[in-house]
Each structure stands twice: as C-alpha cells, then as structure tokens.
C-alpha cells in the first residue's frame, strides 16, 4: 500500500504509539483528505467509462476515438485521456 513501510523493517515504539493514538483518534490508520485539487470524481469515471464500452462494442474495430467519447460525455478531452489511461 501506499505510504507503508517496508515489511524487513521493524516498526519502532514511538511509530506505534502514534499508529495507536490516530486509531483511537479517527478510528482508522487511512490518511486525512488534504487541500487540493479534487480527484475526478468516480460518476464521471462511470459514466466516461460506459460510453467507451458502448461506443466500443458498436465500432468495427473495437475503439473508439476520445474527443467522441468527450463530446457524447460532456467531459473534457484531457479528462477522458486520463480516465482512459488508468
């Protein structure tokens, strides 16, 4: 997982007492949401990724091109290339 250390090395007192007092605190070890930019959120990715399926299995060679996929969907181009590569 992300942000975790590697098995070989022993975890120390002090980073388990501060694993502890986040559980009891948060009732998780997940990281805080930090400022920034927000992630796409993942009705775009369901939606983006649908019509790539639909428009998939309708075309002869089994693609279809982004900028389609952006104008059916409404989603920028840059957008749907990132969902599309992930």
């Known amino acids: 997982m992300k942000g975790m250390r590697d098995s070989r ?31 796409t959120a993942t009705a775009v990715v369901t939606t983006v990724e649908q019509t790539v399926q639909s428009m998939s299995s309708v075309s002869a060679h089994g693609k279809c091109r982004t900028r389609e996929v952006s104008r059916q969907t409404g989603v920028s181009y840059p957008t749907n290339c990132n969902i599309t590569k992930n």
Request: aromatic share 4%; hydrophobic share 30%.
């Open 9 to 39: 090395v022993p975890i120390t007192s002090s980073a388990l007492n501060k694993m502890k007092k986040k559980f009891e605190a948060t009732g998780s070890l997940a990281t805080r949401q930090r400022s920034g930019r927000p992630s």
